[in-house]
């Protein structure tokens, strides 16, 4: 059975604070690792995707890397509109579903 | 075509009642999938479709969910004999058969069960 985890469960990081996001995982045969950010009350927003180790993806502030086992999320000089839950999953050669771990909750003061 | 669409956004009912969802995926895409979400958690699989068959279904699924797709277009999750249980948020995502696999996902429909 795929499993996902993520830490820490909450992270609070002043304005600029430079920090990473983590996602371990165990699936049997891995398709591509997703990165999602949610704000409140909104479905699942895409970032990036990933599909094998030493694979990286930036989009502006965030930069996504990936090993066999897990993946980070690393969030340079964050800004407060970058405050969300940050959700990573798993898609595997099994299924055509993805695999949730339980979010970071992202909080960026000023 | 901006996005995936799922009405309604939010439904209150009374236990016992029944429930229907629907979701319009993005116009080019022939995968169609129903998640569920309670609160501080990561969306669960609930049903998977290829254009209008219904492929995969979780094992957690109660026989009082039902979807369907007809024609492979929009799609409608039925929860009938509702539970408090049931109060989550449902989110409809879809994606095209090529050969990148990302999902986008609705804004969800938040079920509230009273």
């Known amino acids: 059975e795929d499993q996902v985890t993520q830490s820490p469960e909450a992270l609070r990081l002043q304005e600029g604070e430079s920090s990473s996001l983590n996602c371990s995982y165990t699936?049997?045969?891995?398709?591509?690792l997703f990165w999602y950010r949610q704000d409140p009350g909104k479905g699942p927003e895409f970032l990036f995707t990933?599909?094998?180790a030493g694979e990286e993806k930036e989009k502006e502030r965030l930069k996504a890397t990936l090993t066999k086992k897990e993946s980070f999320l690393h969030i340079t000089a964050p800004k407060p509109e970058d405050s969300a839950t940050y959700l990573c999953?798993?898609?595997?050669?099994?299924?055509?579903?993805?695999?949730f771990g339980g979010g970071t909750r992202l909080m960026v003061k000023p | 075509d901006t996005g995936v669409s799922q009405n309604p956004r939010h439904k209150i009912t009374k236990r016992g009642q029944n429930v229907t969802f629907r979701c319009d995926p993005i116009?080019?895409?022939?995968?169609l999938y129903w998640y569920r979400q309670t609160l501080g958690q990561g969306p669960e699989f609930l049903t998977y479709?290829?254009?209008?068959?219904?492929?995969?279904k979780s094992r957690l699924l109660s026989d009082r969910f039902s979807a369907e797709r007809p024609k492979g277009s929009f799609s409608t999750l039925e929860i009938q004999r509702t539970e408090q249980g049931d109060s989550a948020m449902y989110l409809c995502?879809?994606?095209?058969?090529?050969?990148?696999?990302?999902?986008?996902f609705g804004p969800g429909t938040r079920l509230t069960v009273t």
């Open positions: 990933l599909y094998s």
């Open positions: 116009s080019e895409h022939n995968r």
């Open positions: 999953a798993v898609l595997s050669y099994a299924g055509n579903m993805l695999t």
């Open positions: 479709f290829q254009n209008e068959a219904q492929l995969e």
């Open positions: 699936v049997s045969g891995l398709r591509g």
């Open positions: 995502a879809s994606s095209s058969s090529g050969e990148y696999y990302e999902q986008y």
